[in-house]
């Protein structure tokens, strides 16, 4: 039983529309070995480009959608967490 929660945990993580210019990565909370952040690599690679744009920008509201996005993996995650004496 706790080989499944961790299996359902991990999968919680996995956001096929997450990352639409990455055609084979879905993961929210860790980056592949070939980016320059090791976590949550779509809410730090939409920060770093909307640093320098205005806040109404296209840039920004792509900040806010991997932040929805990772916001909902984690109460996913939370959600899937119940103590091991419970199951």
């Known amino acids: ?22 055609r084979y990565y879905s993961h929210v909370l860790w980056a592949p070995r070939t980016s320059s ?16 744009t205005s806040l109404g920008s296209e840039a920004w509201a792509e900040v806010r959608r991997q932040l929805s996005i990772l916001v909902v993996a ?3 995650a939370a959600a899937t967490l119940r103590p091991v004496a419970d199951l």
Request: proline residues 7%; aromatic residues 8%; charged residues 20%.
């Open 1 to 22: 039983m706790l080989n499944d929660q961790l299996m359902l945990l991990e999968r919680t993580f996995l956001n096929p529309r997450a990352f639409p210019e990455e």
């Open 37 to 52: 952040v090791a976590t949550f690599p779509g809410l730090a690679n939409a920060c770093s480009r909307a640093m320098n």
């Open 74 to 76: 984690l109460e996913g």
